[in-house]
C-alpha cells in the first residue's frame, strides 16, 4: 500500500476489496483492527475478545458487496463488532465449527485478520487500574489514540462519531483518567501509612 501520508481513504479500499483485491481488505482490517479487538474486549472480556474481533473480521469480509454506504466502512465495521460481540455464546462457539475449512482459508488469503492483538503496554498497573475506572467511552478513546496509536479520523470513522466528539472525548477523558490516577496516589498513601502505623 501507498505511504502513510498519501493512505487511500476507507471507501477506495472498500470498492478495491468488493472487486476481488485482497491486499485492500487486509490494509482495512490492519487499520481497524485494534479498535475491533478494543469494542469486542469491552462487551466479551479479554479471553474472548481475540475470537469476537476475527469473527467481526471475517463477517465484514464476506459481507462487504453489501455495504451501502463504502465511505462509511468505519462505523459499518463497528455495529458487526458490536452485534457479533452481544451474540457471542457456548452455543454460537459450538456453531462455528461448520465454518473453520472457509474461514482458515479466509485467513491464509487475508494477512491482517491472523495478526496479534495489539497488547496493552506492559509494566505500568496504575494505568491500567485507572483506565478501568474511567467510563467506557472515553477510555476506548484512549486506549485507541494512545495505546493503538489509532489516528483521530479513523477513529471518528470507526465511531460514527464527529470529529470533535472524538477530539472532545480524548481531552475530557485525559482530564478524568489524571483525577483516576491521582485517587489511586492518594488511596495507595492512605494504605501505606496504614501499613506502618500497625506496624
Known amino acids: 500500500m501507498a505511504k502513510v501520508g498519501a493512505e487511500p481513504p476507507d471507501e477506495v479500499l472498500v470498492v478495491a476489496a468488493i ?8 490494509e482495512l482490517a490492519l487499520r481497524y483492527r485494534a479498535a475491533v ?29 453489501s455495504i451501502e454506504e463504502p465511505t462509511k466502512f468505519g462505523a459499518w465495521l463497528s455495529a ?10 457456548k452455543r454460537e462457539r459450538s456453531h462455528q465449527t461448520g465454518r473453520i475449512d472457509l474461514d482458515e482459508f ?24 485507572a483506565l478501568e475506572s474511567v467510563p467506557a467511552d472515553y477510555a476506548l ?18 465511531l460514527g462519531a ?19 490516577i491521582e485517587h489511586l496516589r492518594q488511596r495507595g ?6 501499613e506502618k502505623l500497625q506496624n
Request: no cysteine.
Open 19 to 26: 472487486l476481488g483485491d485482497l491486499d485492500a481488505f487486509d
Open 37 to 65: 479487538v478494543r469494542t469486542a474486549q469491552a462487551i466479551v472480556g479479554r479471553e474472548d475478545a481475540e475470537d469476537v474481533a476475527q469473527d467481526a473480521l471475517l463477517l465484514a469480509f464476506k459481507a462487504l458487496p
Open 80 to 89: 458487526i463488532t458490536r452485534h457479533r460481540a452481544f451474540r457471542f455464546s
Open 106 to 129: 479466509l485467513l491464509e488469503q487475508v494477512h491482517a485478520l491472523g495478526h496479534p492483538l495489539v497488547a496493552m503496554p506492559e509494566g505500568d498497573d496504575e494505568l491500567k487500574l
Open 141 to 158: 478513546v484512549l486506549r485507541l489514540r494512545f495505546f493503538d496509536e489509532m489516528p483521530l479520523k479513523r477513529i471518528a470513522a470507526f
Open 162 to 180: 464527529p470529529l470533535s466528539t472524538v477530539k472532545w472525548r480524548i481531552y475530557r477523558g485525559k482530564e478524568l483518567l489524571r483525577e483516576q
Open 189 to 194: 498513601e492512605a494504605w501505606k501509612q496504614t
